[in-house]
């Protein structure tokens, strides 16, 4: 089960979305053939990949003859059935193991792994009622934030609870079935580590990077991050410190609360590519995608430097609302690079693209992807001579 997979054999990716789409890309480069599975037809992964399948991720026949048809079998977000990971890996290896994915796609079981080996979390509670969510605000004090177990991410599923919160509403937001309430943490700014590990235990990194949100949404990633050095080196051990207890075998993304003292506290897992290491596709010497399929076929890893520092800005699908954003415009710039997901429907919320920035430093990369976006929705000047 430990034997190379080398260029010309065919990977299985469970989901299909943009994740997807740039781990195929960089498959496709390195001569490895795609095979991808998801309850949907024309996706961003199935518009690169050699084959897509239709089929439920709990339909286990159909993902275990999608197994039969590949090589390795890695995933491209979190909410696939541990299920469906165990029955592929009946047949073919399944990169990161579906013990990984049974830990961090659920939040309670998460915190409460994380908790038990010693890594830094907020202060937090596993409520299953109403009555436990009322002992655990007495517990952790307020103000807090009610997170939904399982299935959460983008801020969906999370409330946050102050003084005045009606607490049979907020329960009933966040899914009224069982939910981690965690104390509100009063944070300088957050930043996330992209690592990978390979087959043989090698670990690379791609920095800490610093990540703003708006509206619970990645907005801009800034790497590196603007903060102390030191920081930076314990963002990075204790990534690798979590990758190596859970043994990962591909890329896994950790990101972190900076609070006010300077202290760390892990927020959330997530075992495969990340939005904010989407920079790496441009700005480095091996992306987080092709780190991946290195990791997953069981080959060396990659050199991860970063050649200048980036940023990268979302596209989420506001920028449609008036038609068509100025693409033009942004292409124009020589140092912004556009990368858009093959998405047909555009709507408020949706990520549909990103713009990756270079220059001299963060700072000037992360106002250079910010002037660049807010071309797209600038109306072209008409010249009438």
Request: proline share 4%; hydrophobic share 45%; charged share 20%.
């Given at each position: ?16 979305g ?21 309850p ?20 286990l ?14 995933f ?27 830990i ?28 436990e ?117 591909g ?99 949706r990520k ?34």
């Amino acid at each position: 089960m430990n034997r190379l997979i080398l260029p010309g054999s065919t990977v299985g990716v469970l989901g299909s979305g943009q994740l997807g789409r740039m781990f195929a890309i960089a498959a496709r480069r390195m001569g490895y053939r795609v095979h991808t599975l998801s309850p949907d037809d024309d996706t961003p992964t199935g518009q690169i990949a050699d084959v897509e399948i239709r089929a439920s991720y709990d339909d286990l026949d159909a993902v275990r003859h999608f197994a039969s048809r590949v090589d390795v079998v890695t995933f491209e977000f979190e909410n696939v059935s541990a299920d469906s990971a165990h029955a592929a890996a009946a047949i073919v290896p399944v990169r990161p193991a579906g013990e990984v994915l049974h830990i961090t796609q659920h939040r309670k079981r998460e915190k409460a792994w994380l908790s038990k080996h010693g890594f830094p979390v907020a202060p937090f509670a596993l409520v299953h009622s109403l009555d436990e969510l009322r002992e655990g605000l007495a517990h952790i004090g307020q103000p807090a934030v009610l997170k939904s177990a399982g299935f959460g991410y983008d801020g969906k599923g999370q409330v946050r609870i102050d003084a005045d919160t009606d607490l049979a509403a907020a329960w009933q937001a966040a899914g009224a079935y069982e939910a981690v309430l965690e104390s509100w943490v009063s944070y300088d700014c957050e930043v996330s580590v992209v690592a990978a590990r390979g087959l043989d235990g090698s670990f690379e990194h791609y920095g800490a990077v610093q990540n703003t949100h708006a509206n619970h949404i990645l907005d801009v990633t800034t790497a590196p991050a603007d903060i102390d050095p030191s920081i930076r080196g314990h963002a990075i051990e204790i990534a690798e410190a979590i990758l190596d207890q859970l043994k990962v075998v591909g890329v896994l993304c950790v990101e972190f609360f900076v609070s006010r003292t300077g202290s760390l506290l892990v927020n959330e897992l997530a075992p495969r590519p990340h939005n904010s290491g989407h920079f790496s596709f441009d700005a480095c010497i091996t992306s987080q995608f092709e780190q991946q399929l290195r990791a997953v076929c069981g080959l060396p890893l990659g050199s991860t430097e970063q050649v200048r520092p980036a940023a990268m800005a979302n596209l989420l699908g506001d920028l449609w609302q008036n038609g068509t954003p100025d693409f033009t415009a942004v292409l124009a710039l020589r140092d912004v690079k556009l990368h858009l997901y093959g998405k047909t429907k555009a709507r408020p919320g949706r990520k549909m693209g990103h713009l990756t920035a270079m220059a001299a430093s963060g700072t000037e990369a992360a106002a250079r992807v910010r002037h660049a976006r807010s071309l797209l929705t600038r109306t072209p000047s008409i010249n009438s001579a």
